[in-house]
């Protein structure tokens, strides 16, 4: 059940994945983006690591590429969404990222690829991690990050105020690097590092967007969203205001994501150098 405290409705999350778990394949063009920097980071790291997790694992797609690692030996996929982790490989466990069913120390490895943003408590969710790390254990964890989707939460929120006289939340609140590496540091991480990349997207228009975060599970679960769906007068100010705003010179639109990629380490002794930080990423087409 959610509570009046929470920023998301995690219960409608998990029933929108199910929904969209038949064609998840389709739209993982991030969480593929995700699993290829993630093989490059963990492949510059000369250790093993015995137990792994992949927390959110949505279909499986990151748990794929880690499992042909050198060095990742029993990688266990995590999800509350059933229909989506039955899609995944190997060893998995339905449960949810805000309360881990493991162990103090018992983990080498925490990787979570575009999950952790949608927890209520990412404080509680990352100390919940780094007990569940052995000392010396490393968390790679990569969400999406404040300027994500900016240009559809501007359009959105400018309609709103237009055709409705006032704005409700449409798009999560995400953090900023700043506050990532803080939270790291809060949960007593040692040698936290943060880094951000930016991935655009082009569409057709706002609408193929709007379409495509369907598919992927990921429209509006905000506890505070507005229950009634988006007047059409509305939705075609939207619309036009991200094609005269946003719109590009060969008539489609682009959209941003940003990804925030943390690196951290469970506290021992000696500590291994973290991995290198991402680069830059030019626009990918989708619809």
């Known amino acids: 059940m959610t509570s009046v405290h929470d920023i998301f409705d995690r219960r409608l999350l998990t029933w929108r994945r199910n929904r969209a778990a038949p064609n998840a394949s389709a739209h993982a ?12 980071r963990l492949q510059g790291i000369n250790r093993t690591f015995p137990v792994v997790v992949n927390l959110g694992a949505h279909h499986g797609v990151l748990g794929r590429r880690l499992r042909r690692i050198a060095g990742v030996e029993m990688l266990i996929d995590m999800d509350p969404a059933a229909r989506l982790l039955a899609q995944c490989d190997g060893l998995r466990v339905e449960a949810d990222e805000e309360l881990l069913p493991f162990a103090d120390r018992s983990l080498d490895l925490v990787v979570s690829g575009l999950a952790l943003h949608l927890v209520n408590d990412l404080p509680g969710a990352l100390v919940q991690i780094r007990r569940a790390l052995k000392p010396g254990g490393l968390l790679l964890a990569a969400m999406l990050g404040g300027a994500t989707l900016s240009e559809l939460r501007l359009s959105l929120l400018a309609a709103e ?14 953090a900023d690097i700043q506050d990532v590496g803080a939270l790291a540091q809060r949960a007593k991480f040692a040698l936290p590092v943060v880094d951000a990349e930016t991935v655009s997207a082009t569409y057709r228009d706002a609408l193929a967007l709007m379409h495509e975060l369907r598919a992927m599970g990921a429209s509006n679960v905000l506890s505070a969203r507005r229950r009634a769906p988006l007047r059409r007068t ?46 830059a990423r030019s626009a990918w087409p989708r619809r």
């Open 161 to 174: 105020e237009e055709g409705e006289r006032g704005a409700s939340p449409r798009i999560a609140p995400f």
């Open 29 to 40: 063009f991030l969480l593929e983006r995700v699993a290829e920097d993630f093989v490059e």
């Open 234 to 279: 509305t939705l075609k100010g939207a619309l036009l205001h991200y094609q005269q705003r946003f719109g590009l010179p060969n008539g489609r639109v682009p959209a941003t994501f940003e990804i925030i990629t943390l690196t951290a380490w469970a506290p021992q002794e000696s500590q291994q150098p973290p991995p290198a930080s991402g680069g």
